[in-house]
């Protein structure tokens, strides 16, 4: 790096035994340009015009500048314009130390030359008050500002480590490189920050969509603390979310070097900077939180921190913070990307805790629902009544965890019993709790010994003075006399009984309107000598109107084939055998209604 490029003594056009002063100063605006300097112009435009990336961008000039001023320390530093500091965004020659150091406006030689605006030249360093003893082996220096439409950026710099080593030339060049790299240089981070904005944007996107996908409130900020750090390279980050009240700021994720902070701390909107922004309504950039009387000491590494609140439907809900261990870590741009993706946090936030509610009330709903469906088995009869001459089999399968069937068998004593099959409007809860309400209507007239059609036009007029919109319910009810073999039915809007005799299938025809619906309605009833070897199958609307996958329905057809099919073999076989018949029918689809069959075979 020490060696004298071949180029370093060509003729620039300046003539005489420059002889360098203490300090020299130079006015760009006047500057000469001689037939050499526009070459070597043109070749520096050829240079800078071919790339976009600073940092290629900022290496070519240092080779540039090489090929006609011979150096061996070399940087370039860019202005921060929100803390008004001088920071080397490139070098050469020079040690960590000197790397890491911030140069304020005024301080040291380049501080002195982004200050005034003007290029200086030292032939003697220790001589000027200006210099800033950063290496003790530098002897000369020279800086020229770095101004693009009349602002400033920064300064190009290069210090020697022998006296007198720069000439006014070598200004004069300098500052000729200094002209045309300062709006190069903001072309290139003009381009770069349209890059990061179109790769934040992108980030953005993927984080919005990813958020939606989430649901459970702990895995969200976890995630959220994760994708976060693809746009901004915290060291700490917590998420706090307001109380019910929304007086308390409560932690419900930490994140700190690495590892997930467990701690939940609670602090009051009153208090803190994180307090600040809820009462504020507004982004909270603390430069350095030392400086900050509002700072609540919470990890002593912190120096610079920034909170975002979090909006939903005009309230805050909770905020965003970020902690770094550098002073003035966060700037404006990191600002606007929290803000954007802020939002779509909050919405998340919410939509999971819902969620939350949605899934606690369905539990609870699960747990209601299992409990009326204990009570509503337990409101069932047992076991079918017991008789000489005939036997009787049911089965039940609600569509849900409660249906809307109802059935009953009611001791109606001198070997009598009758048999009730009833389907409810709608399914349930709300369909079990009126079928409830039927069957305890039912029992407490039970001891009347009714007619079936005496029953059902009692449970009609029942019904009316209860009173339910849109409820009602169909029935069949049956009076078998074991005595005389006689089954006496009455219908109100219900399945139609079959009766299979001798192989052979028959549809009992009887009909009226459902309960309920009606005021002063009458039923007629049928009376049914059977016979021995018959089989009699009542059935709720759920078994004939059962589909398969291409919408097909069971159907009468195949109800009374397979009550033929298995006519000679115990009611409870039978009732089986149609239940089985019925779900290899449907194939694996879901049931949408209740499927209760009632059997009765004469012996």
Same mark, same amino acid.
């Given at each position: 790096?020490?060696?004298?490029?071949?180029?370093?003594?060509?003729?620039?056009?300046?003539?005489?035994?420059?002889?360098?002063?203490?300090?020299?100063?130079?006015?760009?605006?006047?500057?000469?340009?001689?037939?050499?300097?526009?070459? /070597?112009?043109?070749?520096?435009?050829?240079?800078?015009?071919?790339?976009?990336?600073?940092?290629?961008?900022?290496?070519?000039?240092?080779?540039?500048?090489?090929?006609?001023?011979?150096?061996?320390?070399?940087?370039?530093?860019?202005?921060?314009?929100?803390?008004?500091?001088?920071?080397?965004?490139?070098?050469?020659?020079?040690?960590?130390? #000197?790397?890491?150091?911030?140069?304020?406006?005024?301080?040291?030689? #380049?501080?002195?030359?982004?200050?005034?605006?003007?290029?200086?030249?030292?032939?003697?360093?220790?001589?000027?008050?200006?210099?800033?003893?950063?290496?003790?082996?530098?002897?000369?220096?020279?800086?020229?500002?770095? &101004?693009?439409?009349?602002?400033?950026?920064?300064?190009?710099?290069?210090?020697?480590?022998? @006296?007198?080593?720069?000439?006014?030339?070598?200004?004069?060049?300098?500052?000729?490189?200094?002209?045309?790299?300062?709006?190069?240089?903001?072309?290139?981070?003009?381009?770069?920050?349209?890059?990061?904005?179109?790769?934040?944007?992108?980030? @953005?996107?993927?984080?919005? &969509?990813?958020?939606?996908?989430?649901?459970?409130?702990?895995? @969200?900020?976890?995630?959220?603390?994760?994708?976060?750090?693809?746009?901004?390279? /915290?060291?700490?980050?917590?998420?706090?979310?307001?109380?019910?009240?929304?007086?308390?700021?409560?932690?419900?994720?930490?994140?700190?070097?690495?590892?997930?902070?467990?701690?939940?701390?609670?602090?009051?909107?009153?208090?803190?900077?994180?307090?600040?922004?809820?009462?504020?309504?507004?982004?909270?950039?603390?430069?350095?939180?030392?400086?900050?009387?509002?700072?609540?000491?919470?990890?002593?590494?912190?120096?610079?921190?920034?909170?975002?609140?979090?909006? /939903?439907?005009?309230?805050?809900?909770?905020?965003?913070? @970020?902690?770094?261990?550098?002073?003035?870590?966060?700037?404006?741009?990191?600002?606007?990307?929290?803000?954007?993706?802020?939002?779509?946090?909050? &919405?998340?936030?919410?939509?999971?805790?819902?969620?939350?509610?949605?899934?606690?009330?369905?539990?609870?709903?699960?747990?209601?629902?299992?409990?009326?469906?204990?009570?509503?088995?337990?409101?069932?009869?047992?076991?079918?009544?017991?008789?000489?001459?005939?036997?009787?089999?049911?089965?039940?399968?609600?569509?849900?965890? *409660?249906?809307?069937?109802?059935?009953?068998?009611?001791?109606?004593?001198?070997?009598?019993?009758?048999?009730?099959?009833?389907?409810?409007?709608?399914?349930?809860?709300?369909?079990?709790?009126?079928?409830?309400?039927?069957?305890?209507?039912?029992?407490?007239?039970?001891?009347?010994?009714?007619?079936?059609?005496?029953?059902?036009?009692?449970?009609?007029?029942?019904?009316?003075?209860?009173?339910?919109?849109?409820?009602?319910?169909?029935?069949?009810?049956?009076?078998?006399?074991?005595?005389?073999?006689?089954?006496?039915?009455?219908?109100?809007?219900?399945?139609?009984?079959? *009766?299979?005799?001798?192989?052979?299938?028959?549809?009992?025809?009887?009909?009226?309107?459902?309960?309920?619906?009606?005021?002063?309605?009458?039923?007629?009833?049928?009376?049914?000598?059977?016979?021995?070897?018959?089989?009699?199958?009542?059935?709720?609307?759920?078994?004939?109107?059962?589909?398969?996958?291409?919408?097909?329905?069971?159907?009468?057809?195949?109800?009374?084939?397979?009550?033929?099919?298995?006519?000679?073999?115990?009611?409870?076989?039978?009732?089986?055998? &149609?239940?089985?018949?019925?779900?290899?029918?449907?194939?694996?689809?879901?049931?949408?209604?209740?499927?209760?069959?009632?059997?009765?075979?004469?012996?």
């Amino acid at each position: 790096m020490s060696s004298e490029p071949k180029n370093s003594h060509v003729d620039h056009g300046f003539e005489g035994d420059y002889r360098p002063a203490e300090m020299s100063r130079i006015d760009p605006v006047n500057v000469r340009v001689e037939p050499a300097d526009l070459t /070597y112009l043109v070749q520096l435009a050829d240079a800078l015009n071919t790339t976009l990336d600073l940092q290629t961008l900022l290496n070519r000039t240092s080779e540039l500048v090489r090929a006609v001023i011979n150096y061996r320390i070399f940087a370039i530093f860019l202005l921060n314009d929100r803390t008004h500091e001088l920071r080397m965004r490139f070098q050469i020659g020079h040690t960590p130390e #000197v790397q890491r150091m911030r140069f304020p406006l005024g301080k040291g030689v #380049v501080g002195q030359v982004a200050l005034t605006r003007q290029p200086m030249l030292l032939n003697d360093v220790s001589q000027s008050p200006a210099y800033f003893n950063a290496n003790p082996d530098v002897k000369s220096e020279l800086a020229v500002p770095l &101004i693009a439409k009349n602002r400033l950026i920064g300064v190009i710099d290069i210090e020697s480590e022998e @006296l007198n080593h720069f000439r006014p030339e070598h200004l004069h060049l300098l500052t000729l490189t200094a002209s045309r790299i300062a709006q190069a240089i903001e072309n290139a981070r003009l381009y770069a920050r349209v890059s990061r904005q179109a790769q934040t944007l992108t980030v @953005l996107n993927e984080i919005a &969509i990813e958020l939606t996908s989430i649901l459970d409130l702990d895995p @969200l900020l976890e995630r959220v603390g994760n994708l976060l750090r693809r746009l901004i390279d /915290y060291q700490m980050f917590t998420v706090m979310l307001l109380d019910d009240k929304g007086e308390v700021l409560v932690t419900r994720y930490a994140w700190r070097f690495g590892y997930t902070h467990a701690p939940r701390r609670k602090i009051p909107v009153t208090a803190g900077l994180v307090g600040a922004a809820v009462r504020e309504w507004r982004v909270i950039n603390a430069m350095d939180v030392r400086k900050d009387p509002r700072y609540l000491e919470m990890n002593p590494e912190t120096r610079s921190e920034m909170i975002v609140p979090l909006f /939903y439907k005009g309230r805050v809900i909770g905020v965003l913070d @970020l902690e770094h261990t550098r002073t003035g870590f966060f700037n404006e741009e990191h600002e606007r990307m929290l803000v954007t993706l802020g939002a779509q946090v909050a &919405i998340a936030i919410e939509n999971a805790r819902l969620y939350q509610r949605v899934r606690r009330q369905e539990q609870q709903l699960e747990r209601d629902i299992t409990m009326a469906r204990e009570v509503q088995l337990r409101l069932l009869p047992p076991d079918p009544p017991q008789h000489t001459n005939a036997e009787v089999a049911v089965r039940f399968l609600p569509a849900r965890a *409660i249906g809307g069937d109802l059935y009953d068998f009611l001791e109606y004593g001198d070997s009598r019993s009758a048999i009730v099959l009833g389907d409810v409007s709608g399914k349930a809860a709300p369909a079990a709790l009126f079928a409830a309400l039927v069957s305890g209507i039912m029992r407490s007239a039970a001891n009347q010994r009714f007619g079936p059609a005496e029953m059902l036009e009692h449970l009609n007029e029942s019904l009316q003075e209860r009173r339910l919109d849109s409820q009602y319910v169909t029935m069949l009810f049956a009076l078998w006399n074991d005595d005389e073999r006689t089954l006496t039915v009455a219908n109100s809007g219900a399945v139609q009984p079959i *009766i299979c005799r001798g192989g052979k299938s028959t549809t009992v025809r009887v009909e009226g309107f459902p309960l309920g619906m009606f005021p002063e309605a009458s039923y007629d009833e049928q009376v049914i000598a059977t016979e021995p070897g018959d089989a009699i199958v009542f059935v709720s609307d759920g078994i004939l109107d059962a589909e398969n996958a291409h919408g097909d329905m069971y159907g009468e057809e195949k109800l009374a084939r397979v009550l033929c099919g298995n006519r000679d073999r115990p009611a409870g076989e039978i009732a089986e055998a &149609i239940l089985q018949d019925v779900s290899k029918f449907q194939a694996g689809k879901e049931r949408f209604d209740d499927e209760t069959i009632i059997v009765v075979r004469v012996r």
